[in-house]
């Protein structure tokens, strides 16, 4: 079974400072990998992916994603933070092997940047 | 472009009735949609999975006959919640993928239920 681990409830970085969300995952095959990111009372939006390919991801807003198959990892990063990067973040997998198409998420990250 | 929406955005009800929540992709053809519920500082718990003209897939404890899901075309998927209690309130949010749109999900703005 396929899941996803987020071990830190929060993390604080100030305004200016590099930030790492941090997610391993787990699944029987190959993983399609995503970030989302949640505001207040809103649905989720899409960050980036990893499909295939470099392991260097980039994505909206200035994040970016590493894959490292050996650590099963896949870790969002931005190199300074920004007080609107405030809110929850989620990493979520998908084993490309399986036929359904449902993603599994961690169970959030709140990031909090102080000005 | 992968616009999904959600209707309504909040909806207060007493308990015993039943509540509908509509969910529309907006400029795709979604094949399957995905029903999510999450309870405050917490993730999301996927509900059930349905594909177009079928059947739902529910997870396990989802009860399917308290939680129906109508996926009757290619751009609504409807979830209705019978006999709402208020253990039910909770903040429901739908998405949508085509496998065109590259594997990721696309998600709606999510319906706040409050059962009173």
């Known amino acids: 079974a396929q899941s996803v681990a987020q071990p830190e409830d929060q993390v604080n970085v100030a305004e200016g400072n590099p930030l790492t969300v941090k997610c391993t995952y787990s699944?029987?095959?190959?993983?399609?990998l995503f970030w989302y990111v949640q505001y207040p009372n809103r649905g989720l939006q899409f960050l980036l992916k990893?499909?295939?390919?470099?392991?260097l991801v980039k994505g909206s807003y200035g994040f970016e994603a590493e894959f490292n198959k050996s650590q099963t990892s896949f870790h969002l990063k931005k190199p300074s933070a920004l007080v609107s990067d405030s809110a929850l973040y989620f990493c979520?997998?998908?084993?490309?092997?399986?036929?359904?198409?449902?993603?599994?998420f961690g169970s959030g990250t709140r990031l909090s940047i102080r000005p | 472009g992968a616009v999904v929406s959600q209707h309504p955005s909040w909806v207060i009800c007493k308990s015993g009735t039943s509540v509908k929540i509509e969910c529309r992709s907006l400029?795709?053809?979604?094949?399957?949609m995905f029903w999510y519920r999450q309870f405050p500082k917490q993730s999301l718990m996927l509900m059930a999975t349905?594909?177009?003209?079928?059947?739902?897939?529910?997870e396990q404890g989802v009860e399917k006959d308290k939680f129906l899901i109508n996926h009757a075309s290619l751009t609504l998927s409807t979830l209705t919640v019978t006999s709402a209690h208020p253990e039910d309130s909770s903040f429901y949010i739908c998405?949508?993928?085509?496998?065109?749109?590259?594997?990721?999900?696309?998600f709606g703005p999510g319906t706040r239920l409050t059962v009173t």
């Open positions: 998405s949508a993928s085509e496998p065109g749109l590259g594997h990721e999900q696309y």
């Open positions: 699944v029987s095959g190959n993983p399609y």
């Open positions: 990893y499909i295939t390919g470099d392991n």
């Open positions: 979520a997998v998908r084993d490309k092997g399986s036929s359904a198409s449902k993603i599994i």
């Open positions: 400029d795709f053809q979604a094949t399957t």
């Open positions: 349905s594909n177009e003209g079928s059947k739902a897939t529910y």
